[in-house]
């Protein structure tokens, strides 16, 4: 294990931790702030463990556009996708680092069920694109705004926000999630991907993404392919860059960004929207996204004193303000 005390995460300061605090969250991405700050606003005390930097996290490298994919369909995830939707809609009204709502295409190659889609309560002004809107290649399609989340402004927001409250941030790398008792008598476990080494949980793993950063030119609009043929497509436009995918790649570590794949994703981006093309490429990132085989565990254990908050695949900030107030109902009833 490595380091002992409350410090620093990329430049905010983490309060001291003096005695036991009501609740421990172990994990630093947008899981667990989230959750970490919906407990406070519950009165409670919690500190954070974390074995990484906060620009470290998967979070970090995150697209970040609302969408639930690849989460299951309907029931709890509709819940929490919508939950989560209306908050950042709110904090892009109110002006939050790094979120806006942002014009958003989803196109598909194959005609989908008449309706709309599962997940279309939660948006307010989806619409089915017409065939000219869509063009020649897909046979259906939607347009809506949906919010977007500028990871490397929003986490340290989200941090400075938890630590304002009264916060605590400890960097240990733990063993065990029993090791985070020492801190606190109840503990959230949102530690994504390495809850499958904490709890055994082989149902977790990962599912590699590579991206390409570009400058932006000038987009407005984020658009994702649901099923391009060519390979997962989305263009997703920042407020300087343009993230470019990707890759969706079960079961595969490797961290690495590879050149043919990101000539692929190139040529399948820039053949949909070719002011891309003249965009000075910024960077190659790669992230394992923290997946679940039959969906994001979200439950208290039987004596109610851990509960657990992992397994959102790609779709953490989707889901994150839902099952962050999901799980601090569990975790403030055990420790009320």
């Known amino acids: 294990m490595d380091g002992t005390t409350a410090g620093t995460v990329n430049g905010a300061t983490g309060g001291t931790v003096d005695g036991v605090m009501d609740v421990v969250v172990v994990g630093s991405g947008i899981i667990g702030l989230t959750t970490a700050i919906r407990l406070q606003e519950k009165g409670l005390r919690v500190v954070v463990v974390t074995a990484d930097g906060l620009l470290s996290t998967t979070s970090a490298v995150a697209a970040a556009v609302w969408f639930p994919v690849a989460t299951g369909t309907g029931g709890r995830v509709a819940d929490w996708s919508a939950t989560a939707f209306a908050e950042f809609a709110r904090q892009a009204e109110e002006g939050v680092p790094g979120v806006s709502m942002r014009s958003t295409r989803m196109l598909e190659h194959e005609r989908q069920s ?46 400075g926000r938890f630590v304002d409250n009264g916060g605590g941030i400890v960097h240990r790398r733990l063993d065990t999630l029993d090791q985070a008792r020492a801190w606190a008598p109840v503990v959230v476990n949102a530690t994504g991907i390495g809850a499958r080494q904490l709890c055994d949980d082989r149902a977790v793993h990962p599912i590699r993404g590579q991206l390409v950063l570009v400058r932006n030119p000038g987009l407005p609009t984020s658009t994702r392919i649901q099923d391009d043929p060519a390979g997962y497509t989305y263009i997703h436009p920042r407020s300087t860059d343009v993230v470019l995918g990707g890759t969706f790649e079960p079961d595969d570590w490797n961290t690495v960004a590879d050149p043919a794949t990101a000539e692929a994703i190139l040529a399948r981006c820039t053949a949909r929207i070719p002011a891309l093309r003249e965009a000075r490429v910024l960077g190659h990132v790669v992230g394992l996204r923290p997946a679940r085989h039959g969906g994001p565990r979200l439950e208290a254990e039987p004596d109610g004193r851990t509960v657990h908050n992992y397994g959102h695949g790609g779709a953490g900030v989707t889901l994150s303000w839902g099952c962050a107030d999901a799980a601090a109902e569990l975790a403030a009833a055990a420790a009320s």
Do not use: I
């Open 114 to 159: 008449a309706g709309q889609p599962w997940w279309g309560d939660a948006v307010p002004d989806l619409r089915r694109l017409t065939a000219a809107e869509r063009g020649a290649d897909c046979a259906d399609g939607w347009s809506f705004t949906a919010p977007a989340v500028e990871m490397p402004l929003y986490l340290p927001w989200l941090l």
